[in-house]
């Protein structure tokens, strides 16, 4: 009888002690994962604190140096929008401006530029930078014929060219000038080289607004292949300098910051005889910690570019606004927002969407609308 009262009492006894012992490995369980969390979120802290305040997605050149033997690597997306056209400052359209030598126009346009990078730091002052950008662009072109016994030019239709392909490479150095001890204050050297790599022999099926064999109007719609304009081209054809400077600093909760690059063909023309105008950019951001995981910015951005140095003789004669090097250069000023995002430590996702405020065009050329960068950077620390 003892022995059985004293099995009924293990029996009731182990039957309390079980939930309880599998709640407690389960309640560990939830634990370890809070605490873990919790311990990411300060790591994520203590790195926001200890970095300068992330840079705006659409920027090159600009990067936090991590540690010797340590890198920095990401894609950047990038997707611009033209519609219409400017002549300089002001909107026109085929009435205003065709002509017995304009006859095939832009009608809209767009470019994707996915740009794969890394950043290899050598020492406390030198980082290396590589960059290889695969390019997508797509134009719509309406061709009018031009009568010169009318004021009214004849639409022939319009027809889609498109390329696509690797662009220019470029690699180099970027050198930390100066960089206080409590990360406040920064500057960088950018020093880049940019390869030829690019095709500039890209060529599509073009509507013809009149018929080569007679010069009269191209009623039969028939399409030739044709050397595609030098905006859709998949480089310059040229080595370029990429030289520049940047600072950026923060307080607080604040970030600001200025860059200078410059795009300096080395060559004074390529293969097909023509190269790129030099370009400078100078741009200004500041930004707004929300949280130390969540950063807003606000950019402005102002391009001055030289016009075509040369030609190619297979565009020169075409009656194309883009076959015309006095189409390509002029002076753009933007202003962008973006935000970034540390998802995990070092981990780093941005957006940033830019509209122009003002143009002053070279010549006559597609109207700029918009375009939005998307990057996503991940440090190995």
């Known amino acids: 009888m003892k022995t059985k009262n004293i099995l009924i009492a293990a029996a009731v006894a182990l039957s309390f002690v079980a939930p309880t012992q599998a709640f407690a490995e389960y309640g560990d369980d939830a634990y370890k994962k809070r605490v873990e969390l919790s311990k990411q979120i300060k790591k994520m802290k203590n790195m926001r604190k200890q970095l300068p305040s992330p840079p705006p997605a659409g920027l090159f050149g600009v990067y936090a140096f991590p540690e010797k033997g340590q890198y920095v690597t990401g894609v950047n997306f990038q997707h611009h929008e033209f519609s219409g056209m400017l002549q300089g400052s002001t909107s026109v359209t085929e009435a205003d401006v065709g002509s017995s030598t304009l006859m095939v126009t832009p009608d809209s346009a767009k470019a994707n530029v996915i740009l794969p ?85 890209e060529e599509d099926m073009n509507l013809l607004p009149f018929n080569p064999a007679n010069g009269s109007e191209n009623t039969d719609k028939s399409m030739t292949s044709k050397r595609l304009a030098y905006g859709m081209q998949l480089g310059g054809g040229t080595w370029d300098a990429m030289v520049g400077a940047a600072y950026w600093g923060k307080e607080d909760k604040w970030g600001y910051g200025a860059q200078y690059l410059a795009t300096i063909p080395l060559e004074d023309k390529n293969k097909n005889g023509w190269r790129f105008g030099d370009k400078h950019e100078l741009t200004a951001w500041s930004s707004y910690s929300w949280e130390p995981t969540l950063v807003s910015s606000f ?83």
């Open 117 to 201: 990078f890394i950043n290899y730091t050598v020492n406390d002052k030198v980082a290396l930078v590589a960059m290889a950008p695969l390019i997508e662009k797509e134009t719509v072109l309406r061709s009018f014929y031009h009568n010169a016994d009318s004021s009214l030019d004849n639409l022939v239709g319009t027809n889609t060219v498109k390329s696509k392909g690797l662009g220019d490479v470029k690699f180099g150095a970027l050198y930390k000038a100066y960089n206080s001890e409590d990360n406040k204050h920064n500057v960088i050297i950018d020093a880049v080289l940019s390869a030829p790599t690019g095709s500039i022999t």
């Open 299 to 381: 950019r402005l951005r102002a391009e001055h570019q030289d016009e075509i140095s040369g030609s190619d003789a297979l565009l020169a004669p075409m009656p194309a606004l883009g076959a015309n090097t006095a189409n390509y250069g002029g002076k753009i000023l933007e202003a962008s927002v973006g935000v970034n995002y540390m998802y995990a430590p070092a981990k780093n996702i941005s957006i940033e969407i830019s509209k122009p405020i003002s143009q002053d065009r070279n010549g006559i050329q597609a109207d700029k609308d918009s375009s939005i960068a998307i990057s996503w950077r991940n440090a190995f620390f």
